[in-house]
């Protein structure tokens, strides 16, 4: 399932309510993982109206487990939607503004956003 948003407000009430870690992950040649805060989600959604087309060079997974493994946007997107229904969902900034949220069953905060299934992973 794939949806953008243009306010993130529930998305970060639905992750602190159900106690998710955030990862940001940097999938580079040597990729970089980091617990962030909730806050972070506004951050991301505010940098993602300064993109112009561009991205930014991490992406966020928001699960119950800590996230041990690196994979690239584009692994994680085919993992994530392939793995048994969670409340587990990625965040990708879209590069003309808004959020993309990636999950393999519709979540509470999704169905108010616009549905996104022409969106794909890029790397």
Same mark, same amino acid.
Do not use: C
């Given at each position: 399932?794939?949806?953008?948003?243009?306010? /993130?407000k529930a998305?970060?009430?639905? %992750?602190e309510?159900?106690?998710?870690?955030? @990862?940001?992950i940097?999938? @580079? @040649?040597?990729?970089?993982?980091?617990?962030?805060?909730?806050?972070?989600?506004?951050?991301?959604?505010? %940098?993602?109206?300064?993109l112009?087309?561009?991205?930014?060079?991490?992406? /966020?997974? =928001?699960?119950?487990?800590?996230?041990?493994?690196?994979?690239?946007?584009?692994?994680? /997107?085919?993992?994530?939607? =392939?793995?048994p229904?969670?409340d587990?969902?990625?965040?990708?900034a879209?590069?003309?503004?808004?959020?993309?949220?990636i999950?393999?069953?519709?979540?509470?905060?999704?169905?108010d956003?616009a549905? %996104?299934?022409?969106? @794909?992973?890029?790397?």
């Amino acid at each position: 399932m794939r949806y953008l948003h243009s306010d /993130v407000k529930a998305i970060r009430m639905f %992750a602190e309510e159900n106690q998710l870690s955030l @990862t940001r992950i940097e999938p @580079t @040649t040597s990729p970089a993982l980091r617990i962030i805060d909730y806050a972070s989600i506004d951050e991301m959604l505010e %940098a993602s109206q300064k993109l112009w087309g561009l991205t930014l060079p991490f992406y /966020v997974m =928001a699960s119950k487990k800590k996230v041990k493994d690196f994979y690239s946007l584009k692994d994680a /997107v085919t993992t994530l939607e =392939a793995a048994p229904k969670s409340d587990d969902f990625i965040l990708v900034a879209y590069q003309d503004g808004g959020i993309i949220s990636i999950s393999n069953n519709i979540l509470p905060f999704q169905p108010d956003a616009a549905k %996104a299934s022409w969106w @794909t992973p890029t790397v």
